[in-house]
């Protein structure tokens, strides 16, 4: 038996730039409200609807946990925020099925009752975070930054590609020459890994997922670590460093990335009933007959 927190008061986050998901919002905040739980509406999105929000810290301050409106990419930014706050999370599709997200909006109804009683699924999730620093022996970095699904050592310009030396426990590992290198986590192992070439992983391991996009040689292939390691990587040409495909940095040539996996994991809520394998069949369509 789950002896989960009772969630009492939430806090909403809408998909940007997405006006139409209005009806679907005062919908769930209807039926959130009508069962006893208070709902508090991130003031971005609120803008957004042209409804008065709260500030994200704020509502952090006061909540029990956070659910997203939209698809995968919401849930995972507000994944990132809630964080530091270390509270679970919950995303609502309003699209496709998503792997990340726990239901679709007509089946929210029914889990409420989990959410009061604490008997909802608690799911945790590796994250990474990359540390980037200005040179090889700097002790303070230039920026710090989480991932839940992956980071994206990337070549910054269209043509060629980028060398990247990777380094695992500070000892020399490997050098790849490729267009890209992904550092994933196994919840992100079905995003962009996927179309890499790299393994799919069971999300709830704790793993490092280093898969390279199309390497210059067949030597390079991906490989999963443990999450016990710490890993270092320069680059020879300006490379990019994007993160779960919504944020960018530039990488000089002097820079030090430093990614390892942190011990607090993301925490993200689902109906006790949820079977990780039939999402993926439904995804990928696999069992099924051509």
């Known amino acids: 038996m789950n002896t989960n927190k009772p969630i009492r008061k939430v806090g909403i986050v809408l998909r940007p730039s997405s006006p139409e998901l209005k009806g679907v919002f005062l919908q769930t905040r209807e039926m959130l409200e009508d069962s006893g739980i208070e709902v508090m509406l991130e003031s971005i999105s609120g803008g957004m609807i042209e409804l008065l929000g709260l ?12 659910i997203s409106l939209g698809g995968d990419g919401t849930l995972i930014s507000m994944l990132r925020r809630a964080f530091f706050y270390n509270l679970p999370c919950m995303g609502i599709n309003t699209g496709r099925l998503g792997f990340l997200t726990a239901f679709m909006p007509d ?5 409420i009752p989990h959410l009061q009683n604490g008997s909802y699924a608690l799911e945790s999730h590796l ?24 980071f994206l050592i990337n070549k910054h310009e269209l043509s060629g590609m980028v060398q990247i030396d990777a380094h695992i426990d500070e000892m020399y590992f490997n050098s790849y020459r490729c267009d890209g290198l992904i550092i994933g986590t196994p919840a992100g192992s079905t995003a962009y890994n996927i179309s890499a070439g790299g393994s799919v992983i069971y999300p709830y391991c704790r793993n490092i997922l280093l898969t390279p996009i199309a390497p210059h040689s067949l030597t390079q292939r991906p490989l999963v670590l443990s999450d016990e390691f710490v890993l270092e990587f320069y680059v020879k040409q300006r490379a990019k460093l994007i993160i779960d495909g919504q944020e960018m940095l530039d990488i ?10 942190l011990p607090q994991s993301a925490m993200l809520i689902y109906p006790p009933n949820r079977d990780y394998f039939s999402v993926l069949k439904e995804k990928f369509s696999w069992g ?3």
């Open 55 to 66: 500030d994200f810290a704020k509502i952090a301050s006061q909540c029990d946990g956070f």
């Open 107 to 111: 089946q929210l109804q029914a889990f």
């Open 127 to 150: 994250v990474l975070q990359a540390l980037v620093f200005e040179s090889k022996d700097s002790t303070t970095p230039l920026h710090s930054i989480l991932a839940i699904n992956e």
């Open 252 to 261: 000089l040539p002097h820079y030090k990335v430093q990614i390892r996996a």
């Open 288 to 290: 099924q007959e051509h």
